[in-house]
Nanobody, 121 residues
Framework: QVQLVESGGGLVQPGGSLRLSCAAP????????MGWYRQAPGKQRELVAA???????NYADSVKGRFTISRDNAKNTVYLQMNSLKPEDTAVYYC???????????????WGKGTLVTVSS
């Protein structure tokens, strides 16, 4: 069973920053686009940011200019740097391997268990 392991969530005040990390098995990481999704209470899971194997990125409009996705191919890890956090960013954040940068599922679809981000004063 493929394991994607997220870390870095927590409680932060509005305007603060967090960096999420997601470690993946080497073969899975090197062969797939990676993405971060989030799901707030009572809402559907949504794409936050994605990065292709070649480094091309895509962001949800709500996070453009505040969040940055990156990948370290030597460490098989994808990151999500989140700055200027807002209460509406509160959600469980999930790492994905396999979906396209716009979130389409063509059969390869691995998920982590999620990490909670809470933005509150």
């Amino acid at each position: 069973q493929v394991q994607l392991v997220e870390s870095g969530g927590g409680l932060v005040q509005p305007g603060g920053s967090l960096r999420l990390s997601c470690a993946a098995p080497g073969r899975i990481f090197s062969m797939n686009d990676m993405g971060w999704y989030r799901q707030a209470p009572g809402k559907q899971r949504e794409l936050v940011a994605a990065i292709t194997t070649g480094g091309r990125t895509n962001y949800a409009d709500s996070v453009k200019g505040r969040f940055t996705i990156s990948r370290d191919n030597a460490k098989n890890t994808v990151y999500l740097q989140m700055n200027s956090l807002k209460p509406e960013d509160t959600a469980v954040y999930y790492c994905n391997a396999g979906r396209t940068p716009r979130g389409a599922n063509y059969g390869v679809d691995y998920w982590g268990k999620g990490t909670l981000v809470t933005v509150s004063s």
